[in-house]
């Protein structure tokens, strides 16, 4: 059987001696692991920018509740879970369950990533949210897609028509300079590498359907009234690098 770094450090009897560094200035995350399988994720549920009741009546209070309390943390908790089982897998040198496990590793973390950004790009309407872009942004609406109302057009149409359960999204792509509008299936189906999502309304039914049952186009419809541009300016600026 083919030597692991672990066998290797148990051989060597530097498991204690990593056991006995940590909490050193030499093990911090991202550089040494202090476990034979690799440092857990730090992720964590963020809390809500505001309160559970904010967004009325756009989105209702209990969907705001479920959404960030049950269905958030449950990616965070399958993200943890993933990486924890790819972590023992890698103790055990056992890769039966890969395919299983990277799957799981995407979609929690896509999940993460985009509810992340969703609570941030959302602020009580008249108070943050709704209206429409300025600066920067809105110049580079108008270069990619001709108008704001071409734009939101074109945005409303992509996330209305998401087959299934997903997203719709609007990237800033820096290959060529762009702001791209896809969309998202699922949590993580339909990426495009190496752009960045700088806004995005989930439209699985648990984002509205207490509120709006089948009527996904109306939630659509009725998002723009809480979509916090400011916000969604620094993401694209963070994005750009400007
Ligand atoms: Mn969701």
Redesign the pocket.
Known sequence: MEKTRRDFMKTAGMTALAGSLIGSPLFTAGQVSAQDAGAPSSIELPPLPYAYDALEPYIDTATMQI?HDK??QGYVNGLKAAEAALAEARDKNDYAMIEYWSKKLSFNYG?HYL?SMFWEIMAPSGNGGGGQPAGLLMQYIAKDFGSFDNFKAQFTAAASKVEGSGWGVIHYRPMDDRLVIGQIENQHKLAMWGSTPIMGI?V?E??YYLKYQNKRGEYVDNWWNIVNWPSVSKRFRAAKGV
């Open positions: 959404h269905h958030h999940g509810h989930d699985w648990h984002a």
